[in-house]
């Protein structure tokens, strides 16, 4: 049997904060952020808002729209680099708060790649008949992270949450192939202490070949060509690194998800974000082939080509 996406939701914070927001805080502007990023705003938690807080948000929306209950999941797969605690893990909170009883529980840690780390590893055990409905969500509370005196990340961070529901689909839709990777020799351009530091020359260097290859690779192990491509949902990091693998796909801009204007770089949680705003939108459709992609600290990268639809 094949796994596809039964349901998504998706959580983002109320307070908007804009780069005009930003210029009165640290030595930048509007201009620069847009030209350099493509973002002009993102959205940023308060305090009492927790990573699980939005996860759980999320999940509750994506279980509602697969049209299941909360028991009927048997497992949960979080992908954050920002938990509440080193543990218990924020699955197991999810687990609890919306009442998923019967669910096994684990996070995972692969950065900006997570959530596609997260829907391959949902993927075997829907596909392997051990498990039918499996939840997966992308959470971040980056603003716990960044250094608000440092202009080359402060900018470009937001929080957020998005979720999807794994389940058997019919024949010839579904994810039709993957791939996942890590270079950890690059770990030193893109990594979180107390604070995110970035290496952002050379993080774009790498962000510009991996998202082209990645996406080309997944068409070819699932028998597609670029022009088979209905949307391409990459990682909301850059603008520049984005249209980089649009163009190695030959697709028009329409064919591009683009919401990193809206909410900036929320890391795992921006995939499964900018796909609930393209349902949401009504601009996916049953048998449209998308293929996501996302690169991270690790070095790591992901992607996934598949016929939408139940």
């Known amino acids: 049997m094949n796994a596809g996406i039964w349901g998504m939701g998706r959580y983002t914070p109320e307070n908007v904060v804009t780069n005009f927001d930003l210029e009165k805080k640290m030595d930048t502007s509007d201009e620069w952020i847009r030209t350099r990023t493509g973002i002009e705003e993102r959205r940023i938690a308060d305090e009492n808002v927790s990573t699980s807080f939005m996860a759980i948000k999320a999940a509750e929306k994506a279980i509602q729209n697969a049209g299941i209950q909360p ?162 949902m990459p990682h909301q990091a850059n603008i520049r690194i984005m249209e980089s693998a649009r163009e190695r796909l030959g697709l028009p801009p329409e064919k591009m998800s683009v919401t990193v204007n809206q909410f900036g770089n929320t890391s795992s949680a921006s995939i499964p974000i900018t796909v609930v705003e393209e349902l949401e939108k009504g601009n996916v459709k049953d048998d449209d082939v998308v293929v996501m992609v996302g690169f991270g600290g690790g070095l790591t990268w992901g992607a996934i080509a598949m016929k939408w639809g139940r």
């Open 71 to 232: 028991e009927e999941i048997d497992l949960i797969i979080t992908a954050t680099v920002t938990p509440d605690h080193s543990f218990p893990s924020v699955s197991c909170q999810i687990q609890h708060e919306i009442g998923a009883v019967k669910a096994a529980a684990m996070d995972i840690s692969a950065a900006c790649a997570g959530f596609i780390y997260g829907i391959v590893t949902g993927k075997q055990f829907v596909e392997s008949g051990a498990y039918k409905h499996v939840l997966v969500i992308g959470a971040e509370k980056l603003s716990s992270m960044i250094d608000w005196n440092d202009r080359n990340t402060a900018v470009l961070f937001g929080d957020g949450a998005g979720a999807a529901v794994l389940g058997p689909v019919s024949e010839g839709r579904g994810i039709l192939s993957f791939e996942l990777g890590a270079d950890g020799r690059g770990g030193k351009h893109l990594y979180g202490d107390e604070f995110v530091h970035m290496n952002g020359r050379e993080v774009f260097k790498f962000a510009v070949r991996q998202m082209g290859e990645s996406s080309v690779s997944v068409l070819e192990k699932a028998g597609l060509t670029k022009e088979d491509v209905d949307f391409l």
